[in-house]
């Protein structure tokens, strides 16, 4: 396996459900990212951890919860989530060096659905 | 209001034309990236850019930063069909701290290449 790979590709639940989506990323990069593709709005920032530290969350609802247990896996734990919060969700990861982050590489994304 | 503003939106030509695609900003950015999405899949980098004039060719594609690094151009040259797709720019903001960094997202130029 190379690259960054997402599962589930797919997911519909309900608003009651309790679901997780898994990111994993073979590339050794040290930060991994969470973005939410909504129709009609440019990719979001949700959260950021660098060397499995959350250096970021971009006020996102407590409903969406990450995890990153080390430098190659990242999950986001959802909970009671909201029609509106059907979107793409996608998983990214880059190599950080002191002048910045390069090798930015994105999984295919779970597309989810809240019914 | 946008920080990125990528235009035109939409645009669909014939196979063989030359276009050009927009991205700009009020902001400084350090760094500039264009991606090419496919319908159900993550965006992929075409590249990189983050010298002020910086110009980088890809083939028929060809990447300009703009001196000032609030704005880049994409040009592509002889139009093909497998040049269809969602084209994104996304940057990271001038004096954002370094380290991990999230990107800033353009709405992004759907392009249709006609056969």
């Known amino acids: 396996e190379t690259g960054v790979t997402q599962t589930p590709r797919h997911l519909v639940m309900g608003m009651t459900n309790k679901k997780s989506l898994k990111c994993e990323q073979h590339?050794?990069?040290?930060?991994m990212y969470w973005y939410k593709q909504s129709a009609k709005k440019p990719l979001e920032l949700m959260f950021v951890?660098?060397?499995?530290?959350?250096?970021e969350n971009n006020s996102v609802p407590s409903r969406f919860s990450p995890e990153c247990p080390n430098s190659s896996h990242l999950f986001l734990h959802l909970h009671t989530l909201q029609p509106e919060d059907s979107a793409l969700y996608l998983c990214?990861?880059?190599?950080?060096?002191?002048?910045?982050?390069?090798?930015?590489?994105f999984g295919s994304g779970t597309r989810l659905t809240v019914v | 209001t946008q920080l990125l503003e990528q235009s035109p939106q939409f645009l669909s030509i014939q196979e063989g034309e030359n276009l050009t695609v927009y991205c700009n900003s009020s902001?400084?950015?350090?760094?500039l990236q264009w991606y090419r999405q496919e319908p159900g899949e993550g965006p992929v980098l075409l590249v990189t850019?983050?010298?002020?004039?910086e110009v980088k060719k890809l083939k028929r594609l060809t990447f300009q930063f703009g001196d000032a690094r609030k704005d880049s151009s994409l040009h592509i040259t002889a139009a093909q069909t497998g040049d269809t797709g969602l084209y994104l720019c996304?940057?990271?903001?001038?004096?954002?701290?370094?380290?991990?960094?999230?990107?800033?997202f353009g709405k992004g130029t759907h392009l249709i290449i006609q056969p």
């Open positions: 590339l050794g990069h040290n930060a």
């Open positions: 951890y660098n060397f499995k530290e959350q250096t």
């Open positions: 990214a990861s880059s190599q950080v060096a002191s002048q910045g982050s390069y090798g930015y590489t």
């Open positions: 850019v983050v010298t002020g004039g």
């Open positions: 996304a940057g990271v903001i001038a004096g954002s701290g370094g380290g991990a960094d999230g990107l800033t």
């Open positions: 902001s400084v950015f350090s760094s």
